[in-house]
T-cell receptor, first 112, second 113 residues
């Protein structure tokens, strides 16, 4: 089946730093989604990407749909304490049943 | 703002017991999903409903898990008997339609002792 690998697994940064994380797939995706999950909560959609090469921003977040359609990147600029959480990439099955496959997650921690 | 409701938030049970989780999707959402999230991993789809019908339960361990959405609104996920490896967070999500954004509930954290 499809697998989504995220790196890094975890990040420890200081407030104000920029953050970069990525997600790679063993197969092609037609849509890339980025979610954030806070402790004790369900994932919340941050950004959706629908076209290879697309670059989309949501406030301090910017995500890109890789040209090969097998990867995606998420950047967070000027991190703040509320950015702490786990970031997941996800994508629907290429075979059209829209079942979402989630990545392994990147845990972001901000060091005071 | 409308939210997906789940209960209970936490459940501790002994192995071989039966447990049930409830989900109330956002009003008007036709598609409902149950996911299992093992600690340190991303959510994995267990079952997907379109109204009252199951459209995908390929990852549901049907020997012990069952799910229903009798009136096409709220849904129940049951495990009987529970096993130690069932310890996880069970997330419910809903969307207006299959291709639309999925909104997740807070989840039920299950611990099997």
């Amino acid at each position: 089946g499809q697998q989504l690998n995220q790196s890094p697994q975890s990040m420890f940064i200081q407030e104000g730093e920029d953050v970069s994380m990525n997600c790679t797939s063993s197969s092609i995706f037609n849509t890339w989604l980025w979610y954030k999950q806070d402790p004790g909560e369900g994932p919340v959609l941050l950004i959706a990407l629908y076209k290879a090469g697309e670059l989309t921003s949501n406030g301090r977040l910017t995500a890109q749909f890789g040209i090969t359609r097998k990867d995606s990147f998420l950047n967070i600029s000027a991190s703040i304490p509320s950015d702490v959480g786990i970031y997941f990439c996800a994508g629907p099955s290429f075979f059209g049943n829209e079942k979402l496959t989630f990545g392994t997650g990147t845990r972001l921690t901000i060091i005071p | 703002e409308a939210e997906v409701a789940q209960s209970p938030r936490y459940k501790i049970t002994e192995k071989s017991q039966a447990v049930a989780f409830w989900c109330d999707p956002i009003s008007g959402h036709a598609t409902l999903y149950w996911y299992r999230q093992i600690l340190g991993q991303g959510p994995e789809l267990l079952v997907q409903f379109q109204d009252e019908s199951v459209v995908d339960d390929s990852q549901l361990p049907k020997d012990r898990f069952s799910a229903e959405r009798l009136k096409g609104v709220d849904s129940t996920l049951k495990i009987q008997p529970a096993k130690l490896e069932d310890s996880a967070v069970y997330l419910c999500a809903s969307s207006l339609a299959v291709e639309d954004t999925q909104y997740f509930g807070p989840g039920t954290r299950l611990t099997v002792l």
